[in-house]
């Protein structure tokens, strides 16, 4: 049996009890949160309780102006929102609801508040109040918007210079393709011209050669006839010889035939080199062989140093390299017209010129090494030779994107590295290493 309190501990226990109210009050009044107590249940129910943060958030001078609201008067904005009914339906389900919405005030402005609301349950189990902890989020959305409006500029700024660098790749393309057109132009010209010329003196051939024969078509018929000797026969046969300069012919038609032979056949070449260094580029790669890619470009960029120097070729034996070949040709491109550039500053000439095209094979990785015996690079601009647009060639002569874009394809798109040496005077040596999977990206670095 409870032992019954006198008078004096019945109101020193209510004091008690008034002092702790008063505390749990004045913490939740000192906090920044906003705490919101309501019944639970009935047409009018009202707030039984809210906090000063609410009260001051939501427009109103204390929270006493708040308590004893009908809910759907303090509510009023939210009535009809979907995200207030999702809230209802989940609080009659017994579950907690929590929701970003934005709020209006009072005065009609606003803000959003984010809050979270759970059913309270006397002892029998039954739902009497809702408890709503929230807080007003409004800097933290404009923080949060901000920063993602921050991350979109940034990806567009991204995504630009992206563009840009696309941009600049094909431009630099589209320089040496027509620097190789015209180039080619000229490749294909001289043995067309001999090509040509030699057409030319077999069709003249021919012609002499077709009154040779009629003449002894007729000669044979005038035999047969007795009209002519023998002797006058052959007479008149070795004067058609002479007119028809047969020795001559017989000597020269056959060598014009072999020089029409070589110069298609040095032109189908040349059209077959560009045809495989102009290979489409891929986004996918696969295995390729450098030492025919290496042939190719050597071929292509013939007229680039065939007056400036000579290019002497050593190649190993190679395994296939999974690779973006057309890419690679560009480098190797870049890579030996830079050389010739390089020996002609030099003041050397095709007796003198040297340009090395090395390749030698290692347990994950293969190596090409492109060398010339140019003027070389000095050491202060060794640094900066792979920044995009650094150049030391005159205007109109280089962009400055040739080893900036060769260090993009070799490093960021295979997985490999490429290292410049170099003397002043001496010449320059580019060595690129090239991993044979993708997996021995790491043994090549």
């Known amino acids: 049996m409870a032992k019954e309190l006198s008078l004096a501990e019945a109101l020193a226990e209510i004091e008690r009890l008034r002092s702790e109210l008063d505390l749990r009050n004045a ?127 940034l990806l567009m700024e991204m995504q630009e210079r992206e563009r840009i660098s696309i941009e600049l790749r094909l431009a630099h393309k589209l320089e040496s393709v027509g620097r190789l057109a015209a180039g080619l132009a000229h490749e294909i010209n001289t043995p067309i011209q001999y090509v040509g010329d030699s057409v030319y003196f077999l069709r003249s051939a021919f012609e002499d050669l077709s009154k040779l024969f009629y003449g002894y078509k007729d000669a044979l018929a005038s035999l047969r006839s007795s009209h002519t000797s023998a002797a006058a026969m052959l007479a008149d046969l070795r004067e058609l010889e002479i007119k028809a300069d047969f020795d001559f012919l017989s000597v020269e038609v056959p060598k014009a035939f072999e020089r029409t032979l070589q110069g ?18 891929g986004a996918e790669h696969s295995a390729a062989d450098l030492n025919h890619a290496l042939s190719t470009t050597v071929v292509v960029a013939c007229n680039e140093y065939k007056y400036i120097a000579t290019v002497m070729t050593e190649f190993a034996e190679l395994p296939s390299v999974v690779c973006n070949v057309g890419e690679l040709n560009q480098v190797f491109l870049n890579l030996i017209v830079n050389a010739a550039h390089a020996i002609h500053d030099a003041g050397r000439d095709a007796k003198t010129g040297r340009i090395g095209v090395k390749t030698r094979a290692h347990s994950t990785f293969v190596e090409i090494e492109i060398t010339d015996n140019g003027c070389g690079i000095p050491e202060e601009n060794l640094d900066k030779i792979f920044d995009p647009f650094f150049t030391t060639k005159e205007v109109g002569r280089g962009t400055g994107q040739g080893l900036a874009i060769a260090r993009s394809i070799v490093v960021d798109k295979h997985g490999g590295s490429i290292d410049v040496r170099s003397e002043p005077g001496a010449g320059t040596s580019v060595v690129i290493c090239l991993p044979l999977h993708r997996q021995a990206t790491q043994a090549v670095a």
């Open 264 to 281: 298609a056949e040095r032109v189908a070449g040349i059209v077959r080199a560009m045809k495989e260094f102009a290979h489409p580029d």
């Open 27 to 153: 913490a939740l009044d000192a906090a920044s949160t906003h705490f919101l107590i309501a019944e639970a249940h009935g047409e009018d129910r009202r707030v039984v309780y809210a906090n000063r943060a609410l009260a001051a958030d939501h427009g109103y001078e204390s929270a006493s102006q708040i308590i004893g609201q009908k809910v759907t008067t303090f509510l009023s904005w939210a009535e009809g929102r979907p995200e207030m009914e999702e809230v209802v339906q989940q609080l009659q389900q017994g579950r907690t609801a929590r929701m970003e919405m934005e709020v209006v005030r009072r005065d009609g402005s606003k803000f959003w508040a984010g809050f979270s609301s759970t059913p309270l349950r006397n002892q029998h189990g039954e739902t009497t109040h809702i408890v709503s902890v929230g807080a007003d989020i409004t800097a933290r959305r404009q923080a949060a918007l901000k920063e993602r409006e921050l991350n979109d500029k």
